[in-house]
């Protein structure tokens, strides 16, 4: 499942940056628990979590598609492209004031995906194929 492997990878290293962005606010404005009142803070946690809430279940169902479809159709390789700018579009959106494109494009972009790929992993549980994997 190289698309989905190599989206998730790409995904994994901006979460981390995210992921730094926020324990660094944390350190230097000696915020251990919650934002602290801080709004520069309030938007990193954000970033961090409007993360989590949609990069997991886009990866599972890429995953799911890649391995039910037994190809590697060039719509997914475009749809883990699309996610990885999306989401970074959107981390640096949450640091401009709002509204604004990286922000705007990024939710966007990332329900767009959630929608055509839900449909597809519908499409491919419901209309009878022929198995590309035998299950033993």
Do not use: C
């Amino acid at each position: 499942m190289p698309a989905t492997l190599i989206t998730a990878g790409l995904l994994g290293l901006v979460f981390l940056a995210l992921t730094i962005r926020v324990v660094s606010r944390r350190v230097s404005g000696k915020i251990m628990i919650g934002d602290g009142g801080d709004a520069q803070m309030l938007e990193r946690i954000r970033a961090h979590a409007n993360f989590t809430e949609h990069v997991p279940l886009t990866l599972i169902l890429m995953g799911g598609i890649e391995y039910t479809a037994g190809h590697h159709s060039p719509w997914l390789w475009g749809s883990g492209a699309l996610l990885v700018i999306a989401r970074i579009a959107h981390a640096i959106g949450m640091s401009r004031p709002s509204p604004n494109p990286f922000r705007a494009f990024g939710a966007l972009a990332s329900w767009v995906l959630i929608l055509g790929l839900s449909l597809w992993a519908l499409w491919l549980g419901l209309v009878p194929q022929a198995a590309p994997h035998d299950f033993v």
